[in-house]
């Protein structure tokens, strides 16, 4: 089976895409409202940290699919949070270089 690498953005962004899952689950324990699907997406980023391990790792091709679209997802959650902090579209634009 061929093998692909992980770029440093892919990998760079799901660990961010970690950091703020587990972020919204410390805020759910604090409120007590728990997103749907919270804790299945923290497990799924995990498999993929473990899969994706470093930048370089080898990992088959739906894996790097999933991975590159959590890296998307992550840019366009970054992007929002720029602009409703109030950036400009250009500032905010800059979560896409990531």
Known sequence: MKKYRVN????FNLM??????KCMEIDAIETGEWPKGLEERIEEVEELMEDAYCVGALVDWPTLKRIREIKNERQM????ISLAAGSSERDAALAFTL
Not at 8 to 11: G, N, P
């Open 8 to 11: 440093e953005s892919e990998h």
């Open 16 to 21: 961010s895409m970690y950091d703020h899952l």
């Open 77 to 80: 959650i970054r992007y929002g």
